[in-house]
């Protein structure tokens, strides 16, 4: 056993609405500079849609994750190290910016500026790239509640598949529809085909909190990385000629404060938290040949915290005591591992994705209620689920790799917690059975419910803080591999070097980490006068 310990979030589906505020925080915070105009690292995409960049789930097309040898070993998709010495100096493949899209802003002045006349000024769009008038024909949500669906709505590539296995359960008739959001970012996965996949060894999983990140200094702009990430979650910064992605807000994490996006969520449907795990049983699990069997094996990786050996073994790895303890108040082991209701994305790309969802619950409730029937009753509910309009094969493509078993069990212990809960508000004794038709005990279902519909802050957020000297050594040696920054005088503002616009720069002074301690203090007193 060689325990580790990872930063993993889980995201409970049932509760987004779509507002894209973590895109836009997370935007202003990390992206809003040259070169990264057309950046999101965090997006919310409607499904069904094309999702952004469009169809990044096409494996056959864009060559992400990994796939099995003929002797059942993992290999690149995109080829190994041999077939990109060959192609090294060659365009990998990767999305252009048409399938990103053109980022645009308008000519607001000529609203001021035009000449009197008989018709109406316009602010025309013109590119954020060269600044040029251009018609505006994608974006990253161009999806949203589901605009365009009927004409869009097949290119989906969880669609097809859907399809070839359940004939014609998706529709785009709009009585039949359905919709949910998605929320994305970098999956910081446990084995990283982007990590795998770089050439100069710039990207590197941080062994502290499992935070995959990009060393400014040593990336050369290959974009090899751009490839290999299935998710297609990390970027190339065409001011700099480096490659960037999601950092998990690190400075953040460090000092025990959420990540932007989760910080200003206005769903409160993030959950972040420590997960131990098993680094040497990783390979083993990526490697099962069925892939409906991944998302069991993943499971089998994690280590349960409440176990004596477990501890004393992560004890001996070096693992600090309070991220033992912080793991077992975690509520994304929680949500994963004890009650089984969260889920990976694509676990089918073998990259043990460790950010994990809740499938969504409430389109069953409202279509229940819709035909007159009691949309809370668990009798009702474990019938409709088969039924619904969003078809569990979809969900399962999703979550899965196609096994509706375990998506089929979460809901039903999503709807055994929601006729429970009725049962408490309404001063009636819940039946125990609805628990135990779910496998689970009652006492289980309220604590599920507390974690799901009611946790504190403190609940949702279990991040150990490290302490200031050893948080100054991580900054040390991974502040160089976050984003670099377009102020003056930082990354990004050096000039040309041998392999790309501010290669080889010079060292430069580090941020505080006391800055980010005392906005933790600030962004979590009780009163103003304490900050």
């Known amino acids: 056993m060689r325990p580790m310990a990872q930063i993993a979030m889980v995201m409970n589906l049932d509760k987004c609405i779509g507002c894209h505020t973590c895109s836009v925080t997370c935007k202003q915070t990390w992206t809003n500079r040259r070169g990264m105009e057309y950046v999101w690292f965090n997006n919310v995409e409607t499904r069904p849609g094309q999702g952004y960049p469009r169809r990044y789930e096409d494996q056959e097309k864009w060559r992400g994750g990994w796939e099995l040898n003929r002797r059942g070993a993992l290999k690149l998709k995109a080829g190994g190290r041999l077939h990109k010495l060959a192609g090294i100096f060659s365009n990998p493949k990767l999305p252009e910016i048409k399938d990103y899209y053109e980022p645009w802003t308008y000519d607001y002045r000529n609203l001021t500026d035009a000449p009197l006349g008989d018709d109406y000024p316009v602010a025309r769009p013109v590119s954020s790239l060269d600044g040029k008038p251009m018609k505006i024909g994608w974006s990253s949500n161009w999806d949203d509640n589901l605009a365009g669906a009927p004409a869009y709505g097949d290119l989906d590539p969880m669609v097809e598949r859907t399809r070839q296995q359940a004939s014609e359960k ?26 795998a996949s770089c050439p100069s060894g710039a990207m590197y999983k941080r062994a502290e909190d499992g935070i995959v990140l990009v060393d400014q200094d040593q990336c050369r702009g290959w974009r090899m990385c751009v490839t290999g990430c299935p998710y297609k979650k990390v970027y190339f910064n065409h001011a700099t000629g480096k490659a960037e992605k999601c950092t998990l807000c690190y400075p953040r994490i460090e000092v025990g404060l959420p990540t932007v996006c989760s910080e200003t969520c206005v769903g409160r449907l993030r959950y972040l938290g420590v997960i131990l795990y098993d680094a040497d049983r990783v390979t083993a699990a990526a490697s099962v040949r069925e892939e409906k069997d991944l998302y069991e094996a993943q499971l089998g990786v994690f280590l349960d915290p409440e176990d004596p050996a477990v501890r004393q073994a992560c004890e001996r790895a070096g693992i600090p005591h309070d991220w033992i303890e912080a793991a077992r108040r975690s509520p994304v082991h929680a949500l994963i591992s004890r009650y089984r209701v969260a889920l990976p994305l694509h676990p089918e790309y073998r990259t043990m994705p460790m950010v994990w969802y809740i499938p969504p619950l409430s389109p069953v409730v409202d279509a229940l209620t819709g035909t007159g029937h009691d949309g809370e009753d668990a009798l009702n509910l474990f019938g409709a689920i088969d039924t ?48 135990s038709a779910v496998g689970m005990r009652p006492h289980e279902i309220e604590e599920m419910y507390r974690l799901l519909a009611i946790a504190k802050y403190e609940e949702r957020y279990v991040i150990p803080t490290a302490a200031v000297g ?22 990004g503002m050096g000039g040309d070097g041998p392999f790309g616009q501010d290669s080889g720069r010079r060292q430069l002074p580090l941020v505080s980490v006391e800055n980010f301690h005392l906005l933790r203090k600030r962004q979590t007193s009780d009163h103003a006068d304490d900050a």
């Open 170 to 195: 998706v529709k785009f008739a709009f009585e039949q529809t359905f919709m949910f959001y998605l929320p994305r970012i970098c999956e910081h996965c446990l084995n990283p085909s982007c990590v």
């Open 388 to 435: 619904l309009r969003i078809p569990l094969e979809y969900l399962a493509e999703m979550f899965t790799a196609g096994d509706t078993g375990p998506v089929r069990a979460s809901l039903d212990k999503l709807a055994a917690m929601r006729s429970h809960m009725r049962a408490l508000n309404l001063g009636d004794v819940p039946d125990p059975a609805i628990a």
């Open 470 to 491: 050893d948080a100054r050594r991580l900054e040390e040696s991974a502040l160089p591999a976050g984003c670099s920054l377009d102020y003056d005088g930082g990354p």
